[in-house]
């Protein structure tokens, strides 16, 4: 009698038809304790660098993710997804105890990966025998603050920041007070080589008391800043409130804040050495960033590949990138994506321009998408295929994982070229880096904002070379992603208005003020009326520009077009102050010898406080009461 046989099938095989189909099985990485550069304990605030280092016997790249937690817990936050670099720098600043860092090593080829971490490393606390205690941080004019817990009856609390022979101190945001445990702040807004006292104040519901104070002197920075000039003084009916000027400036200088009086109050140095763009502040004194840097492929592209969260100390709080983010949008959405010479499709090329916070924790930030047409799209054809720029809008979690996408290209005709023909070439000035071909591409929208609007859940988004703002069916993540309206020349609305060219052109920074009302405010940089009959008036300078929208009716009216006095080429803010004037950032003034101005324009577009910045482009100039506080639109 033969025996029984039986199919038994190893890892990696299926049966397809009947027939056993094997790929090679593949083992897992090895990856030992990640190593520290100090030993535990240390003291809150302590630079501790986390590194890994895996092998693995199949060929691949190896990335990283790295996740730190309260030691024990079977929850971490991710603080940087999967990347080729091996090491992170971890600065705690918010509370001390003992925690876990987390490093999973992953082969991209073959999707295994391996888990290991350091089970307990400990951070001891900077307040002694209930005292407070003020300690520097490696940025000379940023503090760690650290104060016992509250007082009982005490919700709230924060810290005071009073340059010395001044009258008028800044703050942090309120936080929640939490029985038992001491407060830390990181302390920002002062001028270099000056004495601040530093102080504590507790809410209970109805007083606010204040705690014991500190003073801190300041140091030198290690980075020259550029001039900034008071050009127009501050009028009686100038604002006042919002005290501090975030400026994300071009490189080579680095991004920073100055108060009212030009003087420096802040600033950041990227690793790398290349100025990040500042795109947002988040409330509690943080900042979202895109920087250069190393991605989860390894790739040579390394520009905008980053985006990150940053506290005012510089210290990293999370951070992804394009690759990763490339592969979950390619998931989500199957569509494949390579984004390499001779590649048809790169899904998520690079980040850019924007990354905004919004209400629920998440983060929307766009993309650029890059695609070669064969289809007749802009004169293309199969044998003249044509590279074109696109947009992705990607909505990221709390944790940065890709939670849902929104393609342009799915929603915009690719056939309505950029309106003065704009293309780009690998490593040009405002340009994404152009992956698929060794040629030009088409920019076709280069979209340069986001704008969240509370009222509906819908999105704002500000296409520069469409000379179009869209509004998108966001609907809280939910929504169709429909376009709801497109908003300038040859849209649906109709400009009631006399103005002999009164739509916006190559805008900035659009949004709905206070939040959302009927009225939209922007950076009217003004590159299409300007240029040469017939498509322009031939002349003319950049405006500070609001509409009042009839949604309704598709009518839209101006109500502030303020000649700025300056013609901007490019870069831009536009902003509501709490006085109801504006402020206005002219950023790219001159192309021989550019300068930057900021400028307050009263409601009867008149022209008050100005700030003048010699040498330096500036993409983003955001007013804040202090670096905690974003303002309503931001």
């Keep these: ?41 240390q003291k809150l605030g302590t630079t501790v660098v986390i590194t890994a280092n ?73 307040v002694v025998n ?40 800044s703050y942090t945001n309120w936080v929640t007070c939490q029985a038992g445990r001491n407060v830390n702040f990181v302390i920002a807004g002062m001028r270099a ?13 109805s007083t606010i008391s204040s705690g014991s104070t500190l003073d801190f002197v300041t140091g030198t920075p290690p980075v020259s800043f550029p001039a900034i000039a008071v050009t127009v003084p501050s009028g009686p009916t100038d604002n006042k409130s919002e005290r501090f000027m975030l400026m994300s400036t071009i490189n080579p200088q680095p991004p920073m804040a100055v108060d009212l009086s030009g003087k420096p109050v802040w600033y950041y140095q990227d690793p790398t050495g290349i100025t990040p763009t500042i795109t947002r502040p988040v409330l509690g004194g943080k900042i979202l960033i895109l920087a250069n840097g190393a991605n989860s492929i390894g790739s040579a592209v390394t520009t905008t590949q980053i985006l990150r969260e940053i506290d005012l100390a510089g210290n990293v709080i999370r951070e992804t990138n394009a690759s990763r983010v490339d592969e979950q949008v390619s998931a989500l959405s199957g569509i494949p994506s390579s984004c390499v010479l001779g590649g048809t499709e790169c899904l998520v090329g690079s980040f850019h321009h924007e990354a905004l916070r919004l209400p629920n924790g998440h983060t929307l930030v766009l993309a650029d998408e890059e695609k070669i047409f064969t289809d007749g ?21 709390a944790n940065f994982q890709v939670v849902g996408y929104w393609r342009a290209f799915d929603h915009l005709d690719a056939n309505r070229a950029a309106v003065l023909g704009e293309t780009c070439v690998n490593n040009q000035g405002g340009c994404p880096p152009v992956t698929l071909v060794s040629g030009k591409a088409k920019d076709w929208l280069h979209g340069n904002a986001l704008f969240y609007s509370p009222t509906d859940g819908s999105i704002l988004f500000s296409m520069r070379h469409q000379d179009w703002v869209v509004k998108i069916d966001y609907g809280n993540g939910s929504g169709t992603g429909n376009i709801l309206w ?26 709905f003020l206070q939040g959302g009302t009927s009225l939209i405010e922007m950076f009217d940089n003004g590159n299409t009326r300007v240029a040469p009959p017939p498509v322009g008036l031939g002349s003319g300078n950049s405006r500070g520009y609001v509409l009042s929208l009839n949604e309704a009716s598709k009518v839209a009216t101006p109500v502030l077009m303020a000649d700025l006095g300056v013609y901007s080429l490019a870069l831009g803010t536009s902003q509501q102050l709490s006085n109801g004037d504006y402020q206005f950032e002219a950023g790219y003034i001159n192309f021989a010898a550019p300068y930057s101005q900021a ?20 993409y983003r100039n955001i007013r804040m009461v202090s670096l905690y506080i974003p303002s309503a639109k931001d």
Aim: with cysteine.
């Design 1 to 41: 009698m033969g025996s029984l046989k039986t199919n038994v099938l190893r890892a990696g095989c299926t049966i397809a038809a009947g027939v056993a189909l094997c790929s090679a099985a593949h083992a897992a990485p090895v990856l030992g304790v990640p190593t520290t550069s100090v030993a535990s304990p």
């Design 54 to 126: 895996a092998t693995d016997i199949d060929p691949g790249t190896i990335s990283y993710r790295f996740e730190i937690g309260a030691a024990g817990s079977a929850v971490n936050s991710m603080v940087r997804d999967f990347s080729v670099d091996k090491s992170f720098t971890f600065t705690p600043t918010r509370q001390e105890g003992n925690f876990q860092f987390v490093v999973t090593a992953r082969n991209n080829s073959t999707g295994k990966t391996t888990t290991n971490k350091v089970a307990l490393f400990r951070f001891t606390s900077l």
């Design 130 to 169: 209930g005292a407070p205690a003020i300690t520097p941080t490696a940025n000379p004019l940023v503090a760690l603050f650290s104060t016992p817990p509250c007082p009982a009856g005490a919700l709230t609390t924060r810290a005071s920041i009073l340059l010395s022979g001044s009258t008028s101190p």
């Design 193 to 205: 080589q000056s004495v601040y006292t530093i102080g504590s104040q507790t809410f209970n519901g």
């Design 377 to 397: 799209t802009q004169g293309s054809s199969s044998a003249t295929p044509v590279d074109i720029i696109g947009d992705v809008i990607i909505d990221l979690d």
């Design 486 to 511: 497109r908003l300038g020349a040859g849209g649906d609305f109709t400009m009631n208005s006399s103005d002999p060219y009164p739509w916006f052109s190559h805008q900035h920074d659009p949004g």
């Design 599 to 618: 400028i307050e324009v009263h409601p009867d577009s008149s022209l008050g406080f100005t700030t003048q910045s010699m040498g330096t482009l500036v």
